[in-house]
């Protein structure tokens, strides 16, 4: 995908999913009304499609000086509140500073192509796992929910996986018991 995209969110997600644009508005409202409960205010008819690969690569950079979630945080807020064009360099290089990054250091990244491979390989990784969509939520491996979901179904899914991934312990409680302090071994009477 490049980064001058002419269709709106409402053509593309038609088109990719075989929809009518009053389908894919509709689609798209529950979205919103999910983030406005949630304190999210996302303005999809003002929102900038284009391809994230630099912003992928920028969220990338920002790990390796310990601001990945600022500054993830902070491009999804200029996309979907904000409608800022995040596959402008200009514009991730400024929402980068607003971060803390250095801004020259930010646009030196960009106009390279310096965490590229890193951004692919978490491609690939998706791609093992069969993910198409976000959000993605893959919990030890296992387990996946798909798709902006309620509270209550999030809460449901992890108390079935927390339930399912208990420790069974197969011994007897008769064996010795070990922290730091040391051993005790219980009494047998």
């Given at each position: 995908m490049g980064t001058e995209i002419k269709e709106n969110i409402y053509e593309?997600?038609?088109?990719?999913?075989?929809?009518?644009?009053?389908?894919?508005?509709?689609?798209t409202q529950?979205?919103?009304?999910?983030?406005k409960e949630s304190g999210l205010d996302y303005q999809m008819d003002t929102l900038i499609l284009t391809n994230t690969f630099d912003a992928h690569r920028l969220t990338m950079f920002a790990k390796k000086h310990g601001l990945m979630a600022e500054m993830t945080e902070r491009i999804l807020r200029a996309y979907f509140t904000e409608s800022k064009h995040i596959g402008d360099r200009e514009t991730l290089a400024e929402l980068g500073a607003e971060v803390g990054l250095d801004r020259e250091a930010v646009e030196n990244m960009l106009t390279s192509d310096e965490m590229s491979d890193e951004v692919r390989a978490d491609e690939r990784t998706g791609q093992q796992y069969g993910i198409t969509g976000v959000p993605f939520f893959l919990i030890n491996k296992k387990y996946a929910i798909t798709g902006a979901q309620p509270t209550d179904v999030i809460v449901q899914s992890?108390?079935?996986?927390?339930?399912?991934?208990?420790?069974?312990?197969?011994?007897?409680?008769?064996g010795m018991i070990c922290d730091d302090d040391g051993c005790e071994i219980p009494n047998k009477d």
């Open positions: 593309a997600l038609a088109k990719k999913y075989g929809m009518s644009i009053a389908q894919a508005k509709a689609s529950n979205m919103v009304q999910m983030a992890l108390k079935k996986i927390i339930a399912e991934n208990k420790i069974t312990v197969l011994n007897s409680d008769e």
